[in-house]
């Protein structure tokens, strides 16, 4: 048999029986099936060789790309990473008509912004056993907004947006440690997600983090999923305490959260509940604000301060009492809806009001409102009411979200609420919208709108680090959003 039909006798062979191996064994399999025909005198030595040489070199390039990717690795110790992130470019306009008339600027004058802005947040979660960590980064120091805006500088006083050196900075905006300690409660320190069950952001702003400890307990009977969220955050200062003689800075306010809930489900596959009860102490009673002032709401034609400071900031009395609730129906097989809504009360409020009152005149004492509210409509698509509930979009799906919205001026923490809808303001009602459509699972075009005026026109509308730093009302916000997820 001359040198080319054992060749491809051989060829033919090797080829029938690697039919049943998988690519990555091809090149081991190979070298062994022509070492045999050697071995039986089908092939010479030097015919075997010509043969393997081409395996030979592509057993070693894999095994060096396979070192190389070794070198991106995690300890022994560690179970599980997972590197996640987001990418967001926006565009957006506000608007507000100005309630005051400052020096040469006459009420009822319209303030509008319009910009483009970006976000960028990264993060890697590890699992090791029963513990695990969150690590996350974001490009905005501000804690209720990771956005940039597009030509902002960050060079101290210099305008010049696209300046070389202009490089922004990263911010760390989680480090938490966590224990599942049980396979029903978990408990977590360091800087961490807001774990509480919201329907949408108008108490806690959905970029504030909790520093602190908090405890995340849960626990199925049936077809009911019990659940119960529980936090010591520390709200302002670091823990140097001064006694009553000595003034109060240097005190720490710290917020106690406890809520409790239900997720049921009433008809398999097709219906659903979720419920929560919370109750949110602010301990420090205004203590860390400069001379304990109270808090101090703007009047209804009142210019605006200049400085975010006490005692417009000032968090004293604040017991709130927060109710949401959502059901969820999936009208077809493959489209939801879901009804929800929030009520809040704080249960300090007369006493925040009381104060406000007796501290700063007779001006202050126009009506006590310590109420928030809001009830809202999601139709959208999902594949089941798992994923419904969840908010899981793939690709193709869209949702359309609408809801009433009403804060009144002693009801809620100024500091914490959205600075989107009704831009950070209390003594605010109106509509906002959402709708999404996902282009890819990680690809979404987004659209928010909102139209809020104030409530009670005896007071303005108070706010600390609004977009728009006017007292004002007619408040109009339009957004566009496309985020890409990693």
């Known amino acids: ?267 398999a596959d097709k219906m659903s509940g979720k419920f929560a009860v919370g109750y949110y102490d602010y301990t420090g009673n205004n203590r860390g604000e400069t001379g304990a002032l109270p808090f101090k709401p703007f009047l209804g034609n009142a210019v605006a301060p200049t400085a975010n400071v006490a005692p417009f900031t000032a968090v004293n009395d604040l017991q709130i009492l927060d109710i949401p609730a959502e059901l969820n129906y999936m009208a077809t097989s493959n489209v939801g809806v879901r009804a929800y809504g929030e009520y809040v009360v704080n249960t300090k409020g007369s006493d925040r009001y009381n104060h406000a009152c007796s501290k700063y005149g007779v001006a202050y004492c126009v009506g006590n409102d310590d109420k928030a509210w809001l009830v809202g409509l999601t139709v959208g698509s999902a594949k089941d009411l798992k994923s419904f509930e969840a908010k899981k979009m793939a690709k193709g799906d869209w949702n359309a979200n609408i809801w009433y919205q009403s804060v009144g001026i002693y009801a809620l923490d100024q500091n914490a609420v959205d600075t989107d809808i009704f831009d950070g303001r209390l003594n605010m009602e109106g509509f906002a919208v959402k709708a999404q459509y996902n282009l890819e699972e990680n690809v979404a075009f987004n659209f928010t709108g909102a139209w809020g005026d104030r409530k009670n026109d005896a007071y303005g509308s108070s706010y600390t680090k609004p977009d728009i730093t006017v007292n004002g009302t007619n408040y109009k916000l339009y957004q566009f959003d496309v985020t890409y997820k990693f």
């Open 1 to 267: 048999m001359n040198f080319k039909l054992r060749s491809l006798v051989a060829a033919t062979l090797a080829g029938s029986m690697l039919m049943g191996f998988g690519v990555n064994a091809m090149a081991d399999s190979t070298t062994d099936i022509v070492n045999a025909l050697v071995a039986k005198g089908v092939l010479t030595e030097e015919e075997g060789a010509l043969l393997t040489k081409g395996r030979t070199d592509e057993a070693a390039g894999q095994a060096k790309a396979i070192k190389k990717a070794s070198k991106l690795s995690v300890s022994d110790a560690i179970d599980n990473a997972k590197i996640y992130g987001d990418i967001r470019a926006r565009y957006e306009a506000r608007s507000i008509d100005r309630l005051d008339a400052a020096t040469g600027i006459p009420a009822g004058t319209n303030y509008d912004s319009n910009r483009s802005r970006y976000k960028i947040g990264f993060g890697v979660e590890t699992k090791a056993g029963d513990w695990y960590t969150d690590l996350a980064f974001a490009l905005s120091a501000s804690g209720r907004s990771d956005n940039i805006t597009y030509g902002d500088s960050n060079l101290g006083g210099s305008d010049i947006g696209m300046s070389p050196k202009d490089k922004q900075a990263l911010y760390v905006k989680r480090a938490m440690l966590g224990w599942n300690v049980t396979p029903w409660l978990a408990v977590e320190a360091g800087r961490m997600k807001n774990p509480l069950y919201m329907v949408n952001a108008m108490v806690f702003d959905n970029d504030i983090v909790m520093e602190g400890a908090q405890e995340k307990l849960k626990y199925t009977i049936g077809d009911t999923n019990l659940f119960a969220n529980l936090g010591q955050w520390v709200y302002t200062g670091g823990g140097i305490q001064a006694n009553d003689a000595q003034g109060t800075t240097g005190r720490q306010n710290m917020v106690l959260a406890f809520q409790g809930g239900a997720q049921q489900v009433f008809v």
